[in-house]
């Protein structure tokens, strides 16, 4: 039973890393592809190249082809990728960050009623 359990914890995390390779892979192509009609292409044969090893069943060489391929995504990387303006790294994250706790803003400076 142990084997048992211990072959489906494998093929659960060789799931959850091939399921994360292919996300970063895919906003990689996305960070690639100056236009959305080069990216749809880039990502079909990206998708093509996970399909191709998706009915292997041998656990080592599973391991191994992700092994090559987070090596291969790796180097792939954009030195400068894409984000959000908004998201943390973005060019308007905090920009007008709240004010502190305590602190009134008075709208109508200048023109209080005296």
Do not use: C
Request: cysteine-free; glycine content about 4%; hydrophobic content about 35%.
């Amino acid at each position: 039973m142990s084997t048992t359990a211990g072959y489906l914890a494998r093929r659960a995390a060789q799931k959850e890393r091939v399921r994360l390779l292919y996300r970063r892979a895919l906003k990689d192509t996305l960070n690639w592809a100056v236009h959305r009609h080069l990216f749809y292409q880039d990502a079909s044969d990206l998708r093509d190249k996970f399909e191709a090893n998706r009915n292997v069943e041998n656990l080592d060489v599973i391991d191994r082809l992700i092994d090559d391929a987070e090596a291969q995504q790796r180097n792939f990387q954009h030195p400068d990728p894409y984000i959000v303006p908004w998201a943390p790294g973005g060019t308007k994250f905090t920009r007008n960050p709240p004010p502190p706790e305590g602190i009134e803003i008075i709208y109508n400076y200048g023109k209080e009623d005296h």
